[in-house]
């Protein structure tokens, strides 16, 4: 079993930053594709960014240039830096594991971000 635990959330001003971290725990593989997706009243989740063990990233187009996503693989630990937040990035923000090796998907309990105008 693999455990997500999900730290950072907050409540900031439009235009401030945040850091959210993610530390993994378990049996996992080498190959995982470790991520943030969010979700706001009302809309579905959606994908917010995603890093590979190889250290490839993608990014929403709503949050490219803002968003940094990085990882510690020896620590099975990822980051990600949100800068110039809006209140349209207010939503709870979920950690993902995709253990493509085991074939096993796991999520976080969410942490609640919220940008006040």
């Known amino acids: 079993q693999v455990h997500l635990a999900e730290s950072g959330g907050g409540l900031v001003q439009r235009g401030g930053s945040l850091r959210l971290s993610c530390a993994a725990s378990g049996s996992i593989s080498r190959v995982v594709v470790m991520g943030w997706y969010r979700q706001a009243p009302g809309k579905q989740r959606e994908l917010v960014a995603g890093?590979?063990?190889?250290?490839?990233?993608n990014y929403a187009d709503s949050v490219k240039g803002r968003f940094t996503i990085s990882r510690d693989n020896a620590k099975n630990t990822v980051l990600m830096q949100m800068d110039s937040l809006d209140p349209e990035d207010t939503a709870v923000y979920y950690c993902n594991l995709n253990d493509i090796f085991l074939h096993n998907n796991y999520w976080g309990n969410g942490t609640l971000v919220t940008v006040s105008s």
């Open positions: 890093i590979v063990s190889g250290g490839r990233t």
